[in-house]
C-alpha cells in the first residue's frame, strides 16, 4: 500500500508559468487537503475536499485551484507561479471530515518560483 | 494572536531526558488535538491524538489535555537522539472542522 504519492519531489519553476502538483491516495478517504509550508509559518491549508465532486478554500487559496474529479486524485494548479508561492507543498488525506479523524501526509513537493 | 502556539525552539535536553513541549490555542470550541513529528526534509507523521482533559499515554509519548487552560503538551519519557525532530501541535476547531497547525518546536536530543 503505497498511502499517498506526491509528485514532483520538486521543481524549479519560472514565475508566470502554469503548474499542477499532483496527489493521489489509495486508502479510498474521503477527504483530501493541499498544505503549504512555509520556515516559522507552519502548515497552511490551501484548498481541501470532503468528497469526490467537492472543494472549498483553505486559509490561503489565492492562485491556487483544485479539482477532485474521483476519489483518488486531488491535483493542485498554480494558474500562474509567483516568487511568493516558493514554498513545501503536502497532500494529506482523512477517511472523513469529522472531527475525530487524523490526517496523513504525502512526502511533499519542493516548489521554487524564479 | 496565533490560533495555535508553541515556542519554536529548539529545545535541547540531554539523552534519557523528559522532553516537555507546548502548546497553547486560542478557540475554546476546539475538541480534537493532535501532535505529528516531522524530521528534517521529511512530512509530519501522527504520534498522538487526544480528545479529553486529562492525559493519554503511549508508549514513551504522554499528552496532556487542559481545556480550561487552552494548553496541550507532549512529553516524551528517555528521550534518544532519534526523537530530535519538530513537533508540530494541531487543533481541529469545530465551528469549520478545519485543522489549524501550530508552527512547531524543534526538539534536539544531546547524546
Known amino acids: 500500500i503505497a498511502g499517498i504519492t506526491q509528485a514532483p519531489t520538486s521543481q524549479i519553476l519560472a514565475a508566470g508559468r502554469r503548474m499542477t502538483l499532483r496527489c493521489t491516495q489509495d486508502m479510498r478517504h474521503n477527504a483530501m487537503y493541499w498544505y503549504r509550508q512555509d520556515l516559522g509559518l507552519g502548515l497552511r491549508l490551501i484548498h481541501y475536499?470532503?468528497?469526490?465532486?467537492?472543494?472549498g478554500k483553505g486559509e490561503v487559496p489565492d492562485g491556487y485551484s483544485v479539482s477532485r474529479a474521483n476519489t483518488d486524485d486531488f491535483p493542485l494548479t498554480l494558474a500562474s507561479a509567483v516568487p511568493s508561492q516558493t514554498s513545501v507543498y503536502f497532500c494529506?488525506?482523512?477517511?472523513?471530515?469529522?472531527?475525530?479523524?487524523?490526517?496523513?501526509f504525502g512526502p511533499g513537493t519542493r516548489l521554487t518560483v524564479l | 494572536q496565533k490560533e495555535v502556539e508553541q515556542n519554536s525552539g529548539p529545545l535541547s535536553v540531554p539523552e534519557g531526558a523528559i522532553a516537555s513541549l507546548n502548546c497553547t490555542y486560542s478557540?475554546?470550541?476546539?475538541?480534537?488535538f493532535f501532535w505529528y513529528r516531522q524530521y528534517s526534509g521529511k512530512s509530519p507523521e501522527l504520534i498522538m491524538s487526544?480528545?479529553?482533559?486529562g492525559d493519554k499515554e503511549d508508549g514513551r509519548f504522554t499528552a496532556q489535555l487542559n481545556k480550561a487552560s487552552q494548553y496541550v503538551s507532549l512529553l516524551i519519557r528517555d528521550s534518544q537522539p532519534s526523537d530530535s525532530a519538530t513537533y508540530l501541535c494541531a487543533v481541529r476547531m469545530d465551528s469549520s472542522y478545519k485543522l489549524i497547525f501550530g508552527s512547531g518546536t524543534r526538539l534536539l536530543v544531546r547524546p
Open positions: 478557540d475554546r470550541g476546539s475538541q480534537s
Open positions: 475536499s470532503n468528497t469526490a465532486g467537492t472543494t
Open positions: 487526544i480528545y479529553s482533559n
Open positions: 494529506a488525506s482523512s477517511p472523513d471530515r469529522t472531527s475525530t479523524d487524523t490526517q496523513y
